[in-house]
C-alpha cells in the first residue's frame, strides 16, 4: 500500500517547452528584396541601352557610320561683266649703234698733167686714206672693297668677285643686254671666259652686274682681265687688268665704266 500511496501522491514531473527552431522565413524575404533590387536595375540598364546604343554602359556598343567624303562640286569661272581684253605689245629693242672710225684722208703730193709735144703725159698717183681708230668709247677704274660690309651681308670668304656698273657720258645706267667677260688666271688656276650680263645684279645698281670668280681671296697683280662688250659682240672698252688681294675685306673687285 505505501508503494501505491507513493505513486498516488506523486507529482507530475514538469514538462519541458520543447525549443522552436529557428523560421527560413526571413531568408526567403531578403532574397526576394534582392531579385525585386536586381530586376529592377537590370530594367533601368536595358532602357538606358536601348535609348542610347552608343552609351558608355553598353557592352556591345554598334559600329560608329563613317559620313561619306565630301563630293566635289564643279563652279564655272567666269569673267567680270565690265572684263574688257587688253593688247599688251612687247617692248622694242633700242638700236645702239656700233663705235665708227674716222676716215682721215692723208696728205699726198700731186701734180697736173700738161701736155708737151716732147714728153708723154704723166699720169698722178691716186690719194689714199687711212682708217684710224678713234678708240673704245668706255674706259674703266675699279676698286678693292668689302662684298659684305658694302652690298651683300650674307657673303663669306670663301670667293672672290667681279661687280660693278655700266655709265653713260651723263652717268646714267646705260640699258641691260651688254656682255661683260672676265678671264685670266689666279694662284696658277685658269679662270677660263666668265660672262654676264649688264643689269642682272641690281644690288649694284640699275646697270648692275656680278661675276664670282670661284677662288679664295688670294693676292695678284694684272693677272684679271674684263672687257666690255655691246651688242652683236662689239667691244666698247679696251682689255683691262685688275689686281686682287688676300684680305677677306677686300674680296670684292667694284669696276665702274663709263663712258669717254
Known sequence: MDKFDEFLNEKPAPQSTPKKAPSKDNLWNLLTIL????????????????SNPASSLNLFPPNTVVPPPPTATWTPVGFAPTW???????????????????????????????STPFKSPTVSATPTRTA??????????FQLMDRKAAYKPSSDCSSMYVAGRVLDSNNTDVSPGW????????????????ITLVGLDKVYGPSGFEIPLGVAP??????????????????????YKLNTSADCKQDLVFVLFKQK
Not at 531579385?35 to 536601348?50: A, E, G, Q, R
Not at 649703234?97 to 699726198?108: D, H, M, N, Q
Not at 656682255?179 to 666668265?194: C, M, N, P, R, W
Not at 688670294?218 to 682689255?239: E, K, M, R, Y
Open 35 to 50: 531579385m525585386l533590387l536586381m530586376t529592377l536595375c537590370s530594367c533601368i540598364y536595358f532602357v538606358s541601352v536601348i
Open 84 to 114: 574688257t581684253p587688253t593688247v599688251t605689245l612687247p617692248p622694242t629693242d633700242t638700236n645702239t649703234p656700233r663705235p665708227t672710225f674716222t676716215l682721215e684722208a692723208s696728205s699726198t703730193p700731186y701734180r697736173l698733167m700738161t
Open 132 to 141: 684710224h681708230p678713234t678708240g673704245a668709247p668706255y674706259s674703266m677704274t
Open 179 to 194: 656682255t661683260i667677260k672676265v678671264g685670266g688666271a689666279l694662284h696658277g688656276k685658269s679662270l677660263g671666259q666668265l
Open 218 to 239: 688670294v693676292a695678284s697683280t694684272g693677272t684679271v682681265t674684263i672687257q666690255l662688250f655691246g651688242l652683236a659682240d662689239a667691244p666698247l672698252s679696251d682689255v
